[in-house]
């Protein structure tokens, strides 16, 4: 597609239960990042993909939190065990890269994710 | 550790006056800059862009100016309209990108 897309867009889940979410990056990115926003806050870091290589995965608060990608394709964020401070907006990024660097950075709309 | 950060949380504009949104990053060694805008509900939108081997690059009623020296980097938007109304960010980018917590706009009618 045009852009990056996020869904579901909207998830409301008990606590406790697991929760996976998923972006589809823009074609031909071969980086994609999970960020976290928190009300009225600014984006926290949570992984990097970049090709092949392995994951940063140094943003990640906690061992409850994981993402898979494969290839250069779609990536999913699990949450396992959902805490009500989980809550918040997560967005995908993709990016191109060249020698220059990375570049291109295109976000999601986020999927809002409420734990009750 | 590295941060990126914005000098003012929240910025009041009348409408038709230029608006000057500043931010503040520590890691040297980011190569390339990014503004973006989010609206209510949204997710960040890009606005402009500047790689570290330039000082200035100038878009549609935006300029975004780097000073490496300082490490300072703002937004100026001119002939701010209603729709400017939203929270700005800018971000540093070595491999991933690195956000201060935002400045809230708000566009005076």
């Known amino acids: 597609g045009a852009g990056v897309s996020q869904s579901p867009s909207n998830k409301v889940t008990e606590k406790g239960k697991d929760v996976e979410l998923r972006c589809d990056p823009i074609s031909g990115h071969t980086a994609l990042y999970w960020y976290r926003q928190r009300l009225g806050q600014g984006l926290e870091f949570l992984i990097y993909?970049?090709?092949?290589?392995?994951?940063?995965k140094s943003g990640l608060p906690s061992d409850r939190f994981s993402a898979e990608r494969t290839g250069e394709s779609v990536s999913t964020l699990t949450i396992q065990r959902t805490q009500q401070e989980d809550s918040a907006v997560y967005l995908c990024?993709?990016?191109?890269?060249?020698?220059?660097?990375?570049?291109?950075?295109?976000f999601g709309s986020g999927t809002r994710l409420t734990v009750v | 550790g590295e941060s990126v950060g914005l000098h003012l949380p929240t910025l009041s504009v009348q409408e038709g006056d230029n608006s000057i949104i500043n931010c503040a990053y520590s890691?040297?060694?980011?190569?390339?800059f990014i503004w973006y805008k989010q609206e209510s509900g949204k997710g960040p939108q890009f606005i402009i862009d500047?790689?570290?081997?330039?000082d200035k690059r100038q878009g549609q009623r935006v300029t975004v100016l780097l000073n490496k020296t300082v490490k300072h980097l703002s937004l100026q938007i001119a002939a701010t309209q209603p729709g400017d109304s939203a929270v700005y960010f800018c971000?540093?980018?070595?491999?991933?990108?690195?956000f201060g917590a935002g400045t809230t706009v708000t566009v005076r009618a």
């Open positions: 993909f970049q090709g092949n290589s392995a994951p940063d």
């Open positions: 500047i790689r570290s081997n330039m």
């Open positions: 971000a540093e980018a070595y491999y991933k990108l690195s």
């Open positions: 990024a993709s990016s191109k890269t060249d020698t220059t660097g990375n570049y291109g950075y295109t």
């Open positions: 890691n040297s060694a980011s190569d390339y």
